[in-house]
């Protein structure tokens, strides 16, 4: 009995599907054919080595095995099972052994990596597929994004509880030690969350780690874990002898695009394309290479990287062709919507990049994307963010969009209380806007008393002690608990001014807060007072800030208010030319026989007057809202 173990276990690993003598066709990185135990005119049956070695399953019926079983069932089914096995393991014995070695030449550490490392990621990958069948929650998970078991388990895709003593158990069953555990699964004790685990394989079928995802989307940790040191620029999923790649960025738009049968589909695993995966593809046999991106918020930059990889791929004699997918679109969705076809005949119709080429592609999919975005917008809904106590100004403006606006005021501390309310009104009229108040004329305490009072409707001298009414103490706390809020779910930050900070380090820490939040407003309270580190071929002072407030507004495309002086002449509104120049409107506040007029005027938009309105100011909370 343990010959015929040993047997089997010889035979599993020697034996190609290729050797069955039936007929296959490649389908992704696995084999296909008709099922021969339902129905033989369905090509259903699916060959894959996601374990190490081959294996068929078939997705319609659910006939699953290794090749020594499929023998069995196949052609000695009316034999009891230790007389088909045996039959079984006589018949593969005869066929063609195949005797080369094709790691005798390689290199050492490619030895190393099919040897002892191997066994021990392989015995990982094992044990996870065999979780994954006995977990409810991996099922769940795998369920939402639209995969059965039986369809992970063909690339191999399994679940990982957190706790590696059950794993370790199973490895002593198998003759592994815990210290080559810990050797070449480095990282298996450094996470503890339950994760899917994903075999990443080099172009020889190696395995060289195994990924981990999350389940559950968690800001404290990474979604993409990799349990063993290996090398980070080899795509996953990448195959020999693939002339046409095509380059996606998660992993589950790659096995997606790959069980529909599209053949080469490789992701970066939302790492930054290089020029080593390139030419790790390259020596696959690529001769051009596709990269799918989805959609970013910051165009412009996407592009920019676009640009690069095209240079990447031009200096290793690639053909390129890229291609954005529209808003919230993913090749994962895309696929299980429209089919593989689909995708196929898009990659089929998109030019060949060139410098030339592709800004002109690149031209035309914002012109589509741009018209797309306006149609799916009914009438009646604002483009913009809505504001609750100015719902005169939202429909005039059509909300709170994108764009450099100047606000100032008559008396001039009007200015910092209009931008007070509009700061509260956004934040509670959006539950998904984040907001960053930049206080350069105030400290920042201030700004949190105000802020609080105008939530409670009373005076900001009431908010800074404790008062004689317990009810009116118990509005302040809670108003505190509601700007806390704001703070701890990350929608406000409140920014002071600082001696190192300056219009360099402000556009790169928001450009890392909008990747996070695509919800993004920016005030800025004190215009005057911005330090300015670059342009200094700009003399005047004003022009330059009025230059670094553009490149902002141009890198970012979010709403940016700038709030600075105005002076009311006879001839209009008098300040720098630069602020009145750039900005896309002017909002502009003054006080005339006890009654506040609003007026937003834009020469960009259309109508020099987009709307004038009154105003009511409460006389404690000083907070404005439409009268």
């Not at 369920?143 to 706790?163: F, K, M, P, T, V």
């Not at 993409?224 to 992993?251: C, H, L, R, T």
């Not at 290479?289 to 996407?302: A, D």
Request: charged letters at 25%; proline letters at 5%; glycine letters at 6%.
């Amino acid at each position: 009995m343990l010959l015929d173990q040993e047997r089997a276990g010889i035979m599993r690993t020697k034996t190609h599907p290729r050797q069955l003598g039936i007929p296959l066709s490649r389908w992704g990185r696995n084999l296909i054919a008709c099922c021969p135990f339902h129905s033989p005119e369905e090509t259903s049956l699916f060959f894959y080595d996601a374990l190490g070695y081959w294996r068929y399953r078939c997705l319609q019926c659910g006939s699953e095995g290794d090749l020594i079983e499929f023998v069995m069932r196949s052609r000695f089914n009316g034999m009891e099972e230790p007389q088909a096995r045996a039959e079984a393991l006589e018949f593969l014995g005869a066929l063609e052994p195949d005797t080369s070695d094709p790691l005798q030449d390689e290199h050492p550490w490619i030895k190393e990596i099919g040897g002892e490392k191997s066994k021990v990621l392989e015995s990982f990958v094992r044990y996870c597929h065999w979780a994954a069948c006995k977990s409810p929650s991996s099922a769940e998970y795998l369920s939402s994004r639209g995969w059965s078991i039986g369809q992970a388990q063909l690339y191999g895709l399994g679940y990982y509880s957190g706790d590696p003593e059950p794993f370790v158990s199973y490895c002593m069953l198998s003759g592994i030690e815990r210290h080559q555990i810990s050797f070449y699964l480095d990282n298996l004790e450094a996470y503890h969350e339950p994760r899917i685990t994903i075999p990443a394989r080099n172009s020889k079928g190696l395995i060289h780690s195994v990924y981990g995802r999350l389940m559950e989307d968690d800001s404290r940790s990474h979604p993409y874990v990799s349990f063993a040191s290996g090398p980070s620029d080899i795509p996953f999923n990448i195959q020999p002898e693939n002339d046409k790649p095509i380059i996606v960025e998660g992993f589950f738009d790659a096995l997606t695009a790959d069980l529909a049968g599209i053949p080469g589909v490789v992701s970066t695993m939302y790492q930054e394309l290089t020029q080593s995966h390139l030419f790790k593809l390259k020596a696959c046999g690529a001769e051009s290479v596709t990269v799918i991106l989805r959609r970013e918020q910051n165009r412009r930059e996407q592009e920019y990287r676009i640009q690069r990889y095209l240079k990447m791929a031009e200096e290793l004699d690639l053909k390129f062709k890229s291609i954005v997918l529209p808003k919230d679109e993913t090749i994962d969705l895309v696929v299980r919507k429209n089919g593989a076809d689909q995708l196929i005949s898009l990659i089929d119709q998109t030019e060949e990049d060139t410098v030339h080429t592709h800004r002109r592609s690149m031209l035309l999919q914002d012109i589509k994307e741009n018209f797309d975005t306006a149609m799916g917008c009914p009438p009646d809904v604002s483009v913009g963010y809505a504001m609750n106590s100015f719902p005169k100004l939202t429909k005039e403006i059509d909300g709170i969009q994108s764009g450099c606006f100047y606000v100032s005021a008559n008396p001039f501390g009007l200015k910092t209380t209009l931008l007070s309310s509009f700061a509260l009104d956004l934040l509670q009229s959006n539950p998904k806007l984040k907001l960053i108040y930049l206080a350069l004329e105030t400290p920042r305490r201030q700004i949190f008393d105000r802020m609080v009072a105008m939530m409670i409707g009373k005076s900001v001298l009431t908010v800074r002690k404790q008062n004689e009414s317990d009810e009116v103490n118990q509005q302040v706390l809670d108003a505190t608990r509601e700007l806390m809020a704001y703070v701890r779910n990350n929608r406000l930050e409140i920014w002071e001014d600082q001696p190192a900070f300056d219009n360099t380090e402000m556009l790169s820490i928001l450009k890392e807060e909008q990747k996070e939040h695509p919800d993004l407003v920016v005030i800025i309270d004190g215009i005057d007072h911005l330090k300015i580190s670059d342009r200094p071929d700009l003399v005047d002072i004003h022009e330059r800030r009025s230059s670094v407030m553009l490149d902002l507004y141009k890198a970012l495309d979010i709403p940016l208010f700038l709030g600075g002086e105005l002076i009311d002449s006879e001839s209009g509104l008098v300040g720098p030319r630069a602020y009145l120049r750039d900005s896309d409107a002017i909002y502009w506040l003054e006080s005339k026989g006890g009654n506040l007029f609003l007026s937003v005027n834009s020469k960009r938009l259309g109508s020099n007057n987009l709307y004038r309105g009154t105003l009511s100011i409460d006389p404690d909370s000083n907070r404005m809202q439409e009268a």
